[in-house]
């Protein structure tokens, strides 16, 4: 079927109306920007410019490219060809590739590869997924504090171009334990017969290959260092971190929990290029869950019939007031959630933070409960003036203390607090107002029989 000029993407168009103009940006262009660029095109149309370019460009575009993206390239690519792209890309870049490649592509992958290659992945992608162990990349330098400053640049020198990061390089001893590091400043000032021992650092700062991806990256942003040595359970060296991951996984990180708050499931793509069908799936779970939930406030609704009908004025208050509920709760919620995320606070602080937010919902409750007597007042007088002040005295107080609560409670249970979204507080306290509202108001406008 002869292709309609209609169908193009804009950058076809260029590509097809100015092949000249394309191809000197493709020579010209960061290899970010080139990513970005064979992101706008079909897989066939990406993988042909891709293949246009010369090996250490292919690696370098396809780094930045989005894992989906990869994906999508790597099932196009021919198994050499793909295997050339792989065996040039960084450590940690190539095993995270490899993670994403169905068990099928990873088997058809690993013959490519050189057999140092095939070991760095199978030893790097067994580490499980958000620890420092996954994060880490095997490209580094490591020296002995025995050997002199010239033969340390040596070392340096030869090993620089095949590795991520030489700035900082780690001292093992014979066991290959991390004893200290050395800054390659200090290198270059000293002396060249003066011993490696002589300028290293006394204390290194290193973390555990169980160690979370937030606490590495933690670490890393709070003592401003390139990279951190990651050391197995006998403190040998089998890795670095290095700035740039720690805050790709970072930026991963807060994606994930700006979904769970969202109460969306977790994508493996951009929201630009996901299907309807990915989409659907990863919002249904959440929102056919919620219904549950809502399904309680349904039923309190219904157990209140009788005062429902006999004060139909009270539904006039009932968005507002569950509404109040669930907003105190969901802002709780949300500064829980990022503090604990964060490593702000702690299981311990619970109690101290639980009084805080007493006093703070307290004062905010009876703020909101000011202004809504007068609108009591004005729809059906004292009576109804006093139970919605009540109402949203507790109703405030009650959601905070849920928001508050909530992510605690997840991250005792070694759930993700951040699983404590909006929709789920919302859900919770809408249940609990309803029961609260009503109730208050059968006590207050039903007077008992004489």
């Known amino acids: 079927m002869k292709e309609d000029a209609r169908t193009r993407t804009p950058i076809e168009q260029v590509l097809r109306e100015d092949p000249e103009a394309a191809r000197e940006f493709l020579d010209t262009a960061y290899a970010v920007d080139i990513a970005t660029f064979l992101e ?100 580094y330098v490591a020296l002995r504090s025995d050997i002199t400053v010239r033969e340390a640049l040596d070392v340096l020198r030869r090993e620089a171009p095949d590795k991520e990061t030489i700035y900082r390089t780690y001292v093992i001893d014979d066991d290959r334990r991390l004893v200290s590091s050395v800054r390659l400043r200090d290198l270059i000032l000293a002396q060249p017969e003066t011993r490696v021992s002589e300028v290293m650092i006394s204390e290194t700062l290193a973390v555990g290959v169980e160690d979370s991806q937030e606490d590495v990256a933690r670490k890393i942003a709070r003592y401003d260092v390139i990279a951190v040595p990651v050391v197995d359970s006998d403190g040998r060296l ?88 669930g907003n105190a709760g969901s802002q709780s919620a949300t500064l829980m959630v990022r ?58 107080l009650v959601g905070s203390l849920i928001g508050l609560s909530l992510p605690f409670l997840l991250d005792r249970m070694k759930l993700d607090p951040a699983t404590a979204s909006a929709p789920l507080v919302t859900t919770i306290a809408d249940a609990v107002g309803v029961i609260i509202f009503f109730t208050i108001a059968t006590v207050v406008l039903f007077q008992p029989a004489i």
């Open 40 to 139: 706008e095109l079909p897989p066939q149309t990406a993988e042909a410019q891709l293949l246009s370019l010369p090996l250490a460009r292919q690696t370098a575009v396809f780094r930045y490219l989005k894992p989906g993206g990869q994906v999508k390239l790597a099932q196009r690519l021919e198994r050499g060809q793909l295997a050339q792209i792989v065996s040039a890309m960084n450590a940690d870049d190539r095993t995270d590739l490899f993670n994403r490649l169905s068990p099928e592509q990873q088997e058809a992958l690993l013959p490519g590869l050189a057999q140092a290659a095939r070991e760095d992945i199978r030893r790097l992608a067994g580490h499980a997924e958000g620890t420092a162990g996954a994060l880490m990349t095997s490209d």
């Open 238 to 325: 089998v890795g670095i971190v290095t700035h740039d991951d720690a805050l790709d996984a970072l930026q991963e990180e807060a994606t994930e929990d700006f979904h769970r708050i969202g109460t969306v499931g977790k994508l493996s793509e951009s929201v630009r290029n996901a299907s309807m069908r990915t989409l659907y799936r990863k919002r249904i779970f959440w929102l056919a869950l919620l219904i549950v939930g809502n399904l309680f406030s349904g039923a309190g609704i219904a157990y209140f019939e009788e005062t429902i009908s006999s004060h139909v004025g009270l539904l006039f208050f009932l968005p507002l007031l569950i509404g109040s509920s």
């Open 339 to 396: 503090a604990i995320a964060t490593g702000d606070v702690v299981m311990r602080d619970w109690g101290r933070l639980l009084g805080r937010e007493l006093l703070v919902a307290l004062a905010l409750g009876l703020t909101l409960a000011l202004a809504v007597s007068a609108i009591g007042l004005l729809r059906g007088g004292v009576d109804i003036a006093l139970v919605v002040s009540l109402t949203m005295v507790l109703v405030v």
